[in-house]
T-cell receptor, first 114, second 112 residues
Framework: DQQVKQNSPSLSVQEGRISILNCDYT??????FLWYKKYPAEGPTFLIS?????DKNEDGRFTVFLNKSAKHLSLHIVPSQPGDSAVYFC?????????????FGQGTTLQVKP | DAGVIQSPRHEVTEMGQEVTLRCKPI?????LFWYRQTMMRGLELLIY????????DSGMPEDRFSAKMPNASFSTLKIQPSEPRDSAVYFC??????????FGPGTRLTVL
């Protein structure tokens, strides 16, 4: 049972354009969401997060939007740069469980073409 | 700090052999997580420890998998006997806060 789903395995965009990566979840207890970025031969690194009390969080070129009613979040990258080419993982946390246990999606491979 | 350290970075072994993956978490972090990355399922949590105690091992696929954390600075994930379907990248991560995990570079395991 996949509680966090990233239905697009890959995405290709042109440099300078917007990249939109999507993530859906099923567990209504999730109240904190994170995006991780992974380059080949490296471990995932934290990118940006959002609490369920917000619907938007912005950090430079990266913005995460949360739609709780739809159980959907998205990561926007604008403008996209070739260095953004990586695998992006969405993750969710039920903070009331007090475990720190993150549930990850399958990942989306983003390719930004020069 | 050097970050989370994993060894080996690559492991190639034959079916039936024992495999041991190692992890050194970031100093001061009290939680440690073992993940497996596959194309189909993404990042799966296998087991995690809090203050060296296993808290949740529900993600461990079968009895062939075991994990230990004898002290705050070292953990192992063992597969015995290994099978070709165990081939994947295994990540270790550590954290000191509930909502932030730092990952190691991973061990790419190939079982022939």
């Amino acid at each position: 049972d996949q509680q966090v789903k990233q239905n697009s395995p890959s995405l290709s965009v042109q440099e300078g354009r917007i990249s939109i990566l999507n993530c859906d979840y099923t567990n209504s207890m999730f109240d904190y969401f994170l995006w991780y970025k992974k380059y080949p031969a490296e471990g995932p690194t934290f990118l940006i997060s959002i609490s369920s009390i917000k619907d938007k969080n912005e950090d430079g070129r990266f913005t995460v939007f949360l739609n709780k009613s739809a159980k959907h979040l998205s990561l926007h990258i604008v403008p996209s740069q070739p260095g953004d080419s990586a695998v992006y993982f969405c993750a969710a946390l039920d903070s009331s469980s007090n475990t720190g246990k993150l549930i990850f999606g399958q990942g989306t491979t983003l390719q930004v073409k020069p | 700090d050097a970050g989370v350290i994993q060894s080996p970075r690559h492991e190639v072994t034959e079916m039936g052999q024992e495999v041991t993956l190692r992890c050194k978490p970031i100093s001061g972090h009290n939680s440690l997580f073992w993940y497996r990355q596959t194309m189909m399922r993404g990042l799966e949590l296998l087991i995690y420890f809090n203050n060296n105690v296993p808290i949740d091992d529900s993600g461990m696929p079968e009895d062939r998998f075991s994990a230990k954390m004898p002290n705050a600075s070292f953990s192992t994930l063992k597969i015995q006997p290994s099978e070709p379907r165990d081939s994947a990248v295994y990540f270790c991560a550590s954290s000191s806060r509930l909502n932030e995990q730092f990952f190691g570079p991973g061990t790419r395991l190939t079982v022939l």
